[in-house]
Each structure stands twice: as structure tokens, then as C-alpha cells.
């Protein structure tokens, strides 16, 4: 077969291992959102949570979990969706961190780190 087809990029070690840390991540809070869910129900009364928890805030967290598993596996597969999608919470809380007043802080750092990283590597990404 000749050359026109679109060969597959190799995973980047730092994109492997952020949807590694990203796909725990989003399995600590699926197991997190769902114990929350069991003590919800199993203790709450009338609408009364548990310890605070409600049954809506275990609902959306574990909506978030499923999202984050979805970016992982994005990021795994070299997505150009999950790719920008990162870039953009990596921003958005880059400039969380800026405003209050870490500009050079560990936190904003890292930040920085893979947000350069993530747009060197772009090319990897379909």
C-alpha cells in the first residue's frame, strides 16, 4: 500500500502518563461519588443529607468522573478534542492560580510546564 493513508502517532511518554494520572483521578472520584451515593441513601431523611452530602452533589460528581475518563481515554487515543479540551481547564486554572497571587508558585509552575509541553507535542494529535 502506498503512503496515503494517515499513519497513527506515537503516544508521548507525558501524554501517557497524564491520561494515566487523569484515568485514577477520575476512578478515585467514581468510587468517592459512589459512597457518597450509598451514605446519601442509606442515611439521608426527607431530603436531609448525610455529613453535607447531598444527593445531587454525588450525582454530579460522579458525572465528572465519567467526563474525566472520557479525556483520559481521549488524551490515550491522541484526540484532538481531549488536546484542547486540556489546554483549556490548564488555563483557565493557570489563570486561577495567577490571580491569586501564585504567579510563581509550585501550582503555577506545573501549570505552565504542561501547557508548554501540551503544545509542543501537538502534532501527536489527530
Given at each position: ?119 509542543l507535542v501537538r502534532h501527536h494529535f489527530r
Amino acid at each position: 500500500m502506498s503512503g496515503y493513508g494517515s499513519a497513527r502517532s506515537t503516544l508521548p511518554l507525558g501524554v501517557a502518563i497524564l491520561a494515566i494520572l487523569i484515568g485514577l483521578f477520575a476512578t478515585l472520584l467514581l468510587i468517592t461519588s459512589l459512597l457518597l451515593l450509598f451514605v446519601v441513601g442509606v442515611h439521608a431523611y426527607g431530603g436531609v443529607a448525610f455529613f453535607g452530602a447531598s444527593a445531587l452533589g454525588a450525582a454530579l460528581l460522579f458525572l465528572f468522573a465519567v467526563i474525566l475518563f472520557v479525556v483520559a481515554i481521549g488524551l490515550w487515543n491522541l484526540e484532538l478534542w481531549a488536546l484542547a479540551l486540556s489546554v483549556i481547564v490548564i488555563v483557565f486554572f493557570w489563570i486561577g492560580e495567577i490571580l491569586s497571587g501564585g504567579l510563581l508558585s509550585l501550582g503555577s509552575l506545573i501549570l505552565a510546564g504542561l501547557l508548554v509541553y501540551l503544545l509542543l507535542v501537538r502534532h501527536h494529535f489527530r
